[in-house]
């Protein structure tokens, strides 16, 4: 069965720490991972996405990692801003073609604390 | 920021009134989805779009139903409001078929039924 696992379900850091989160996928085959930022009470808007060849991406301060031997990724925040309170989705493609489906994880919901 | 719009942003209704959540988005894109998100839980495809007057159902099963007359345009009806239906609607969109096709997702609706 093809699932999206994320972990933790929330956390709880200080400004200026650094996190990682972590995403466990079983879908095959694999197309893509994408990390989603989902503010509350707006639309998940991406960060990140990688292909099979790519191990590691980086977008300002959000850096993801993806190990597809493993099927394990990581998107870590370096130096958090209370602007990165938000829930952290983790998303996998099975192909990257017009049939693609995508599976969504239940997000991570990160709080950052002055 | 994605050229997606959703209305109402919040709704609040009684049972057994019909319905109509209004999306459009401005970028030309010819696919359009449906999600429905309920509160730390993922999103579930109920219904897509991939041109005008093209609509399958998605994963999720739904008593909703959708129309796509125009390519800006993706309104999602509900005949008949039930509890059940309360949860947020995420409407989305995507560009043609490329390797990294991303979905860019409206604000949200967020519906109550009493």
């Known amino acids: 069965k093809n699932q999206v696992e994320q972990s933790p379900q929330s956390l709880i850091i200080l400004e200026g720490k650094n996190c990682t989160l972590q995403?466990?996928?079983?879908?095959?085959?694999?197309?893509?991972l994408r990390w989603y930022k989902q503010d509350t009470g707006r639309g998940p808007v991406s960060l990140t996405i990688?292909?099979?060849?790519?191990n590691t991406k980086s977008n300002g301060r959000y850096t993801a990692t993806l190990d597809a031997d493993t099927k394990q990724s990581s998107l870590h925040i370096t130096a958090s801003q209370l602007s990165d309170s938000a829930s952290y989705i983790c998303?996998?493609?099975?192909?990257?073609?017009?049939?693609?489906?995508?599976?969504f994880g239940r997000g991570t919901q990160l709080t950052v604390w002055p | 920021e994605a050229d997606i719009y959703q209305t109402p942003r919040y709704l609040v209704i009684g049972t057994g009134k019909k319905i109509t959540l209004e999306c459009s988005q401005t970028?030309?894109?010819?696919?359009m989805y449906w999600y429905q998100q309920d509160p730390g839980m993922e999103l579930h495809l109920i219904h897509y779009?991939?041109?005008?007057?093209?609509?399958e159902k998605g994963d999720l099963s739904s008593e909703s139903t959708v129309s796509r007359i125009r390519t800006e345009h993706f309104p999602l009806t509900l005949e008949s409001a039930r509890p059940s239906h309360t949860s947020q609607y995420l409407c989305?969109?995507?560009?043609?078929?490329?390797?990294?096709?991303?979905?860019?997702f409206g604000p949200g609706t967020r519906l109550l039924v009493l």
């Open positions: 989305a969109s995507s560009e043609p078929r490329t390797v990294s096709e991303t979905q860019y």
């Open positions: 990688m292909t099979f060849s790519e």
């Open positions: 779009s991939y041109g005008v007057n093209s609509t």
């Open positions: 998303v996998v493609s099975d192909r990257g073609s017009t049939l693609g489906r995508l599976y």
């Open positions: 970028m030309g894109h010819d696919k």
């Open positions: 995403c466990n996928y079983t879908v095959s085959p694999f197309s893509n």
